[in-house]
Structures are given as C-alpha cells and as structure tokens.
C-alpha cells in the first residue's frame, strides 16, 4: 500500500508575513538596480560632451558671405537646380571661403574689362580715330586690328599693365579687410550712393552687367572670326 503525504496547511498570519517579505525583498533590490543604473548613467555623462546652445549668426550662414550677386532668380535651365539662387556648381564658396574676395575681385575685374571691350569692338565698326592707320581702308574690319596695329597692342598692353601694377598695393591687403573686394576708392562722378541698399543694387547692376558682357565679348570675338564680318557678326 502507498503513502498519502498531504501538505499542511500554513496558518494565514504566517502567509501574510511571508508575502510581506517577499515584497520587501523585491522592493529594496528593485531600489539597488536603480540606484546602479544611475550611478551608471552619471558616470557616462561625465564623459559626454557638454551641449552648447548654437549661436544664430545669419552673416556666417549667408552664401558668399553676404556678397551680391547670388540673389537670382533667373531661369538656370541646364542646372539641377533650375535657378540662379546662389549658384555655385564648382562649391567655390564652400571649399575656399578664406579666397572669396579674391574670386570676387578677379570677377569684377573681368567684367569691367569686359565691358570696356564690348564698347571698343562695336563703336569702331562705325567710327574711327583720326589717323590714315585706323581708318576704314587700312582696317576694314576691327578683329584685323589685331594684327594689322602691332605698335597700338603693344601700348594698349602697357597701359593695361600700368593700372594692374597700381592695384598691387590694394590687392596685397585684401583679407585685411579694409576695402571691399573691386572697390579702389575711384569715383569722380560721385555716383555711388550712401544708402546700404542702393548700394547694394548699384554693386548688382555692375556685377551683372559684367557678367553678360563677359559672355558678349566672347560671343562677338567668336562670330566676327567665324562670320568674317562686322557687326551684329552674322553670317
């Protein structure tokens, strides 16, 4: 025959005091886990950098600096980006910004040669400077003066020399940043104006004016070589 063993039953006090420690027990080690866990976490902030409240400067974050000349918002056809807003295909503005008065007054220089170019190539082709060398029968068409005035390049190039070599000076203190880039104080007429926004729209009048002219005079050298004619250099 088997033996039965039954369980006695505890008595409900001590159930009671049994679950109660039970619950202590879970209580204080819940409490232990806790108190590891920040100990923890304020030994890892200890090597976290410290946040620092970024500072909004609108000049620093400004394309170009701030220059004129990225406003737009003429149509960029052929480009990604389908506008003129801040173009920069080449990321000058970004990979050498210590250089950007430098490109800008490379730029300025240009189109305003430029613009003295495409003047000097168009009025000739209607009139002429006294001199049987520049008339229209010794120089029939202004792209042969070139080759047919050796002496008058010769001296246009000294000339140009000369005024390059008076902005040696000024091009030295550039990131001095006493100047801004193209300005060499050279205005007879008085025709810049002081207000800060006129300014500005007289600074991106002339940026791109020179622009185009830039692009004109390559245009107008190319189709009077290619044409053989004067102007509009149409074949």
């Known amino acids: 025959t088997g033996y039965v063993v039954q369980a006695r039953k505890l008595p409900i006090a001590a159930e009671k005091y ?22 923890g976490l304020a030994s ?22 701030g220059m004129v000349g990225g406003e737009g918002p003429e149509p960029m056809p052929f480009t990604t980006a389908n506008t003129s807003v801040n173009f920069d295909p080449a990321g000058f503005a970004e ?16 189109g305003r040669a430029a613009m003295l170019a495409t003047v000097g190539f168009v009025v000739p082709e209607f ?7 520049f008339s229209f029968e010794a120089v ?10 050796p002496d008058s390049m010769g001296q246009i190039f000294l000339w140009i020399s000369l005024l390059e070599a008076c902005s ?14 193209g300005d060499f104080g050279f ?30 005079i390559g245009g107008m050298v190319a189709g009077a070589a290619v044409t053989g004619k004067g102007f509009p250099y149409l074949p």
């Open 95 to 110: 990979r050498a910004p210590e250089w950007l008065p430098w490109f800008r007054e490379a730029e300025l220089k240009h």
């Open 168 to 181: 040696f000076a000024a091009l030295a203190n550039m990131n001095e940043y006493d100047r801004a880039p």
């Open 140 to 149: 029939p068409k202004v792209i042969d003066a070139h080759d047919a005035l």
């Open 187 to 216: 205005d007879p007429l008085g025709l810049f104006p002081m207000d800060p926004e006129k300014q500005k729209t007289m600074q991106l009048a002339e940026l791109k004016n020179g622009r185009l002219a830039m692009i004109a």
């Open 18 to 39: 049994i679950l109660r420690l039970h619950f202590c027990n879970s209580r204080s080690m819940m409490t232990k886990y806790a108190a590891l866990l920040l100990a």
């Open 127 to 133: 009139v002429r400077i006294p001199g049987d060398q």
């Open 44 to 65: 890892a902030s200890a090597f976290a950098p410290a946040s620092v409240t970024p500072r909004t400067n609108i000049a620093a974050r400004a394309f170009a600096n």
